[in-house]
């Protein structure tokens, strides 16, 4: 009797969860815009200095369409430019378990705001603060560290890596 | 030995009688639930499943009119709007109609019609009902968890491929196909072999009834056509799943493909759906004009011919995309050909009641609703085959009210004169007739007040599949009619229902043959007993029990002590060899139990698809190991049959 | 215009600016005659059968007996009603190839070429021309000389959408992976609405456009005004408002030529002010809406691109002025 009670309970607990995959949020608060706590150095030889631990976790990274709004954002506000498609070019890349300034969802979103030195521009107000924790996701999701059923499959054009959801898990080296 | 013996009617024994009974009994308790298999028990629980599924469908379709009520409403946003008209095609589409129409009704009724003991190959029966049921389920669990697929019933790539569809809405819609796909499949190969191998004797194909007629040529449809559909959405869920590029244009996939297979199968959906109201409408006009049907050849040739020409129409779905001139010209005289056989049908069943003596019961009201209803989708129909009428209101409401038009007046018009001609057969009760006529004059009215409206919105501009739409655009008050009018049509399927519940306790006793209809159902009980018929007919003419000789002779020495029924060979039905058929059994349920945990796990992960394949492999297995009293029954006939030898 | 009932009738169930009825175009004129030809025919089919059908009710539910004697004369009827029908199903087919040619026909003498370009949830269009400084893009508002042929050349950059002005001809699909050509042409000036008509996500509700005929000369003068960049803004306020819109999420989408807004993500916005809808025909083009547009799109239009903005009244007052004077 009390294993039905796990299994009922873990069925609804999937339930759930499929409904915060599934949810289409237009108009909703980000986690934070507070980027004052960022404590990332700027320091030339040693970059990144000291990460602290991040606790804000983004709720994003379980909503399979924040991700993919990320991701379109991702082309469309030209962080292909530099980044491409994760590889890294000009910019470092982004499926690897390599975080200059920090791989966590708070770190990924201050820098992109903040802007780093050698070439990262500062989008402060230009991008909105919904939209900036979706391309924070959607950068997670590129060294698969997201749930595969809410990282993105291919998309529609010239494949050049594995799609997100089938990435291996780069976890971020501390 | 010669099978039948032409000797008349003996009264069989009481304890034969009995021996038959327990023979043929479905298997009691909650356990036994789960180990049915006769066709009466089977189709019973499709045709009220699906009957469920249409309440359902039903009650999108009243949020989507409540959403529609006025411009710019709120109450449902577009997201949700999305999902419900998306699920209320699927459902409507895919969990009602085919399995009503096709697998409910024939599965009930082809059996008994034919004059047999059970459908060929009871057990995949089983297993079909089980895997429609658990794929109906599934996507309508994942609705009410916010995972309703999204891109319309069609799925049209790329709105529903991996770019533009994020998250596991379209996987459940492409896992559904399957489900409901294999158990239709699974019906229509049991359908073609039970017509073919188990008719009475006498019952030559010319003599076939109507309805089985259609039932079986709806079978090769479905054969022909759900491999389209299944290959188009494995296709789909292979791009979302497994990142192949069957539709991604960048690698060399196409976008038009995608649309090229579905209505491959869609189109012929539509037949599929229809063709077996027409056979309920052959059956209906027979029996309350009281005589044989006007023109049985051209009728049979006319569903024959819908059935062919099903395949070669499917372009005019898509006469917008740009194909090339010539191409589109032969699919537009296509589709107005297969006009022609709809209308050589309708000329016959109005001679036909020209030539009888009308009895103006329910059943043949509800024919009256079909003929004006399906009579104007028709001509709808015939306008969307011109192309530049074609490419002006494609995708409009013009288009909503063409296709309501000619699927609820072709199926569900008939399918509801059905229910009151075959209640008293399954339950052996009538139906409330003051109650059926409420029933009939509201639906009616209501539809026609829903659905009239929505050609002058297709012709004022309003496109279909919008959430919304502007005050200023004059769309307004039509909607505002439709969305009464749908209000009517909830009322009157409520009234429905109470009738149902009503007349199943209450309702007059019907006996054998209330309606003194002609075809082979009506020569047994109300409701019919497990084993069907007490001794297996023979047939003298088109309606069985109207042509039947004063000494009709019955079918002798078939077993009573085992589920032995008689095979008769394929044109004219002579008596050919005896069968056993299956026992009860609870595999077909594990089967489709582990059935359903393969395409549910293979939505979420490639893998699903491999460690899936083990319990189906087990559960197979165990389903046709040979044992217990199916393996015992064997052994005596066998050794029966070597001492004869 | 005669005001009787039926006509009254007649424009309530047919009426309306976005009309398949109200044909402004050679092809839909042709569609239109098409339409009326079936409507009768079609009519007269209805009326026959259910004449038929409830004389058969009425002469039979009486009957004493049936009636086989008279089989072989229905058999003639049937067949002779199925002839009639073979014909009349033939003469369509006939009117069918005969209009698609004519509705399809490419014309490309002396035409105009624009391309369309479909979005979630809005129009690119693209007037080409072998001079590229020649070239105009606009969005959601096409305007075309009177009498003259366009030939409309169509593509996706993302899903499916289908372009469908019902006063100027049948609809297009837009297939990503796919450039198709058709041809429109308006007989008078005036403004005509056209709307998607593919189901293509959220907003497929509020995908709107209008096609706009002007007199030869007042289309060249259009033209001519589309192609210079943006006007400088010549007071401090709309200084202001430029600078809100380079320093803004603005810049991340929309283009304004002449400024560094240089991003085709979104609708071209160097000339907002002189077209007469905003997002894609939803609202009018007025200050009031789009100062709801900018700040509240996601409740106008829930799902589509645009973010929601949160902007300083002072702020959101000089954006709208500058834009205002973006003619």
Redesign the interface.
Known sequence: MKRLYFIVIGFVAL??A??E????R??QGAPSTDTSQSHASMDEIYPGGARPPSNVANVYEEN??M??EGK?LYE??NCVGCHFHGGGGIGPPLMDADWIYGGEPQNIHDTIVEGRPNGMPSFR????D??VWEITAYVRSMSGLLR???A????????IK??EE?QKPEPPKK | MNPVDTKPIERSATDELLQLAETWREPPGFWGWFRCVHHQTIGKRYIVTAFIFFLLGGILAALMRMQLIRPENRFLGPDLYNQIFTMHGTTMMFLFAVPMMFEALAVYLVPLMVGTRNIAFPRLNAYSYYLYLFGAIMVWVALLTNTGPDAGWFSYVPLSGPGFAPGKRVDFWAQMITFTEVSALAVAVEIVVTVFKLRAPGMSLNRLPMMVWAETIVSFLVIFAMPAIMLSSSMLILDRLVSTHFFNPAEGGDALLYQHLFWFFGHPEVYIIFIPGLGIVSTIVATFSRRHIFGYMVLVLSLIATGFLGFGVWVHHMFATGIAGMGRSFFSAASMMISIPTTVQIFCWLATLWGGKLNIKLPLLWIFGFFFVLVMGGLTGVMLGVIPVDIQVHDTYFVVAHFHYVLIGGAVFPLFGGFYYWFPKITGRMLNHTLGNWHFWLFSIGFNMTFFPMHSLGLKGMPRRIYTYQPEMGWTTLNRIATFGAGLMFIAVLLFLINVFWSRRRGVVAGENPWGAGTLEWATSSPPPPYNFVELPTVNGREAVWDAAPNQPVVRGLRTDMREVLATNVLDADPDHKELMPEPTIWPFLAALATTFLFIASIFTPWGLVWGLFPVAVTMTGWFWPKGKDKVNQEIVEAEDAARA | MKHSAFSNLGSFLLGGNHSVTSPASPQAHQINGIWWLMFWVCGAAFVLTMLSMAGAIWRRRKAIEVDHARDSRRAAFVALASGIVVVVLFVFLVASAVGMKKTEYIETRNALTIQIIGHQWWWEIIYNDPVPSQIVTTANEIHVPVGKPVLILTSSRDVIHSFWAPNLNGKRDLIPGYQTAFWIQADHPGVYRGQCAEFCGHQHAHMGFEVIADPAGKYEQWKAAQILPAKEPEDDVKRHGREVFLSHPCVMCHTIRGTDAGSRVGPDLTHLASRGTIAAGTLKNTTGNLAGWIMNSQSIKPGNHMPSMSLQPDDLQALLAYLGSLQ
């Open positions: 339930l759930l499929s409904c995959r599934e949810q289409r237009f108009q399979a369409y991700v993919s379109r469309q506000y107000g230009k991008i909105p919904q939209q595969k059923d809410v993105p499959g291919r998309s529609d054009d010239m494949s594995k799609p089938s």
